[in-house]
């Protein structure tokens, strides 16, 4: 069998397991097996696949086919433009929280000095990202998990810019105290009700404590949002992720917080609702 047969092979498995994306998922996979890059990829399929390899492929599309994540399996995820390490101790980043990211960096790249957290950091796909793009900023990363912040930290030292970040266990921005430029959050946001209807990749796979947010999903944010009132500077900017039907709540529940503050909500590229912007 050559490489190529063995990509189309695994591709159709995938598709009649109802994948997403099965083509590039088998393909991730078989880079991963072989220790190659794409081009090289692409340069060996018509070679044979050597039996050993083909075994240990077979092994990894067993675990896809289970539905534990790509990134789990493979051992890290991009984001926004950087490699993290993923594993079960932290949400696997998403693109969608690039949003955030990019809001922060247009805001703060000419600023002299950033003092900035982020709350809830999981994995710290936004506090390195944001650590990595502003060299003027010191980032104070908070999460509940231990787990997490050990992940979050290793990302940190693994992109060179864990010298500029604090890692913090505690719930939300109790531990921290004075004022800051910027509050960044992607905080859990799931409705209950939706969690128990996750893909199993999600809700077996990912912990619960990333996801999982009270009756509406707006409670985490909505405490978060009565504490930042402590903690954001004059001037300030905080960025809240939010599902695409939370957008109103939220905005209403940062006017009352910050009654003089500018308040809008971000869309995402799909064009939905998905992040809070408060301008202090
Ligand atoms: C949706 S995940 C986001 C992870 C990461 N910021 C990202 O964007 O990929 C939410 C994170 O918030 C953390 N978390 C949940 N409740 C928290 C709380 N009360 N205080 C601090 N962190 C919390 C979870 O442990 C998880 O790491």
Redo the contacts with the bound molecule.
Sequence with gaps: MTLAEALREASTRLLKAGIDDPRLEAEVLLRHALGVERQELFARLQEPFGLKSQASYEALIDRRLAHEPTAHIIGHKE?FGLDFACSPA?????PE?EL?VETAIEQFRERGSVLAI??????????VSLAKHLPQARVAA????AA?LAL?RRNGLAHCVASRIEFVR???L?PLSGRFDLI??????IPSRTYNALLPEIREHE?E???R?GRRGTA?NE??LAQAVDHLAPGGLLLA?HAWNQGRRLREAAAGHFPTAGIETRRDLAGLERLLVVRA
Excluded: C, H, K, Q
């Excluded at 982020?118 to 506090?127: K, Q």
């Design positions: 984001f932290a949400l696997i980043p998403r929280t955030l982020d709350v809830g950091t999981g994995s710290g796909a936004i506090a908070i999460d509940i998990s997490a979050a505690g719930s939300l109790e960044a959050a992607n905080l859990p946001y912990p404590v990333a996801l947010a985490i405490v978060m992720e």
